[in-house]
């Protein structure tokens, strides 16, 4: 790295080089976001007039009702909105707990127990950075989310993978953890509804989740964005809803998926005390909370009519029907997941999954997510997200399985 500078005033100039700079040794081996790389792909073959099909990242595209937009336009239209809003989150917290005791039946004190955060992304990665030594280990489901396992990575820590097999309807089986392994684990990530299998757990599951994590005294974090996008009627449950599972646990949650507000980074975290307060003391160091107009309309969003999620849902039930018809007719293995916003499919064939979804990408204009891109258990399968409109679904359906007849 070469730089020239003049002192003021003089007419001598020197150059000198820097040493190349190198990244710190916990992310430097760390890969690119995949999903980032795939949107430089994408963007290279739309330059080229290809019409690509995006059935891979889960970003909800339809908008939130207009009254909660409608409280951001009037919060950010007041003059004294506009400035840092550290200390100024309780109204937010106790909207988070009121929202817990209504949908969920579960009481938190707004105090203690929540924290908000800017976007659920964050808090599950500061997490990790607060409980986490290094040397220390995490158990981690896979396929999954990766932030859980590049969190810890980044934190010095060593990850011990759960398998989420068919079998066991995508399920961790607790019994199958070593008693070594499990002794020496100071966390534990659990996800349902399930990112990218569509899976969900039902209260027995939670109630062993939580005997277990008590057994092995391990801080239990459950990750529940899709808690609110159900099918046939299905709700899902809270983890927090097992007696004394705050005791053990926190649980994420986002207005992400639930309110159609991905790209406003509002989140928050529930339970465990310590934990809730570990996270808030790293953010009082890392940003400056969130931005109120966007506080007001999360408020809003819990605490206001909620009756709208019942046609949206409808909406998603409607494209993942599309889909999977679409893919039965083809002669596809695949399940109706009964929540969350993914078709998690079988590969028809025995290669590998990032090759075949890049050829389907090159060759159809379908882009779809690589299973093994949620760890080495998701390998064998891809995923399709259901954030596009049913017509476009159906065509891209329609390319992918006229791509596979033609394969043969």
Request: proline share 7%; aromatic share 10%; net charge neutral.
């Amino acid at each position: 790295m070469t730089s020239s500078l003049t002192d003021v005033g003089k007419s001598n100039s020197f150059t000198y080089t820097m040493t190349m700079l190198k990244p710190a040794h916990r992310i430097a081996h760390i890969k690119p976001y995949f999903f980032a790389e795939l949107a430089k792909r994408i963007a290279a073959l739309r330059a080229k007039g290809v019409d690509v099909v995006r059935l891979d990242i889960g970003s909800p595209d339809l908008p939130p009702p207009g009254f909660i937009l409608e409280t951001m336009f009037d919060a950010a239209s007041k003059s004294d909105t506009h400035g840092y809003t550290l200390g100024q989150t309780m109204p937010f917290r106790k909207a988070v707990a009121e929202y817990y005791k209504k949908r969920f039946g579960v009481e938190v004190d707004p105090k203690t127990e929540v924290v908000d955060l800017l976007g659920s992304k964050e808090g599950l990665f500061i997490l990790s950075q607060v409980i986490l030594n290094p040397g220390d280990s995490v158990l981690v489901p896979d396929p999954s989310y990766s932030v859980y396992a590049k969190s810890a990575e980044i934190a010095g820590a060593k990850v011990h993978l759960m398998p989420l097999l068919e079998e066991n309807a995508f399920l961790p089986d607790f019994d199958a953890i070593p008693a070594s392994v499990a002794k020496e684990a100071k966390l534990l990530w659990l996800n349902y509804p399930n990112n990218p299998t569509g899976a969900i757990a039902d209260m027995p599951f939670f109630e062993k989740a939580v005997a277990f994590a008590r057994k092995y005294d391990i801080l239990l974090a459950h990750d529940a964005p899709y808690a609110d996008v159900g099918f046939n009627g299905y709700h899902a449950p809270s983890l927090l809803q097992v007696p004394g599972a705050k005791q053990v646990s926190i649980e994420f949650n986002s207005l992400s998926k639930t309110y159609n507000m991905a790209g406003w980074r509002v989140g928050m975290a529930v339970g465990h005390p310590d934990a809730i307060r570990f996270i808030d003391t790293y953010k009082s160091q890392q940003d400056s909370a969130i931005f109120a107009p966007l506080m007001a309309a999360g408020e809003m969003a819990m605490l206001g009519d909620q009756s709208w999620l019942h046609e949206r849902n409808r909406i998603y039930q409607e494209r993942r029907d599309a889909v999977v018809d679409g893919l039965h007719r083809a002669g596809l293995r695949v399940a109706p997941p009964q929540a969350a916003l993914y078709v998690w499919i079988p590969l028809p064939t025995k290669e590998n999954s990032m090759d075949f979804c890049a050829q389907m990408l090159e060759e159809s204009g379908v882009s779809t997510t690589p299973g093994v891109v949620f760890g080495k258990h998701g390998e064998g399968y891809f995923r399709i997200s259901l954030v596009t409109d049913v017509e476009r679904l159906r065509e891209g359906t329609q390319r992918l399985v006229s791509w596979l007849q033609k394969r043969g």
